[in-house]
């Protein structure tokens, strides 16, 4: 069986929100890709609704994109308790950590409301019954009372 990174993080010790770079790869050329665990709740403690955590996903792929360069993809982790996030070169935890801040902030505004969530028609998603911006808007807002850390094991806010 091959090793799986994720899978030796001791998921008891860390201290959630939080966002952690879990690995660089390259490819042949040498580009670097930068895969991040976005955890937004403490696991085993705590998950985030599917129909909460659809709408979150599909609100960061925007958000993120208007505060940082070079994201490839933003996609929920099964356990629903955050995200993995894969970025081209190697930013650092922090600057991954702030730009979730921003994008959360603006998910949690007032003036952020169904037209700001792209693709949730029919033709746009597989499974557009299934959102809740009310949902997703109450856990960005729980998640940045908790403050997010560029740390998963000791809290350094950013
Ligand atoms: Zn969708």
């Known amino acids: 069986m091959a090793e799986v990174e994720s899978?030796?993080?001791?998921?008891?010790?860390?201290?959630?929100?939080?966002?952690?770079?879990?690995?660089?790869?390259?490819g042949p050329k040498g580009d670097a890709i930068s895969n991040f665990d976005v955890r937004f709740v403490q696991p085993n403690a705590n998950a985030i609704g599917m129909a909460a955590l659809h709408t979150i996903e599909h609100s960061m792929a925007s958000l993120i994109r208007d505060r940082?360069?070079?994201?490839?993809?933003?996609?929920?982790?099964?356990?629903?308790?955050?995200f993995h996030m894969i970025m081209w070169d190697e930013p650092t935890a922090e600057e991954v950590a702030k730009a979730i801040k921003g994008s959360l902030e603006e998910l949690a505004s007032d003036g952020f409301t169904w037209d700001n969530v792209p693709g949730v028609a029919e033709k746009e998603c597989g499974n557009y019954?299934?959102?809740?911006?009310f949902g997703a808007k109450e856990w960005a807002k729980k998640i940045l009372a908790e403050e997010i850390s560029s740390d998963a094991f000791e809290r350094k806010i950013v």
Do not use: W
Not at 7 to 26: C, G, M, N, S, W
Not at 68 to 82: A, L, V
């Open 7 to 26: 899978f030796q993080l001791d998921h008891t010790k860390v201290l959630a929100p939080y966002v952690r770079l879990i690995d660089v790869e390259r």
């Open 68 to 82: 940082i360069d070079g994201m490839i993809d933003f996609s929920p982790f099964g356990c629903q308790t955050g």
């Open 129 to 133: 019954r299934n959102h809740s911006l």
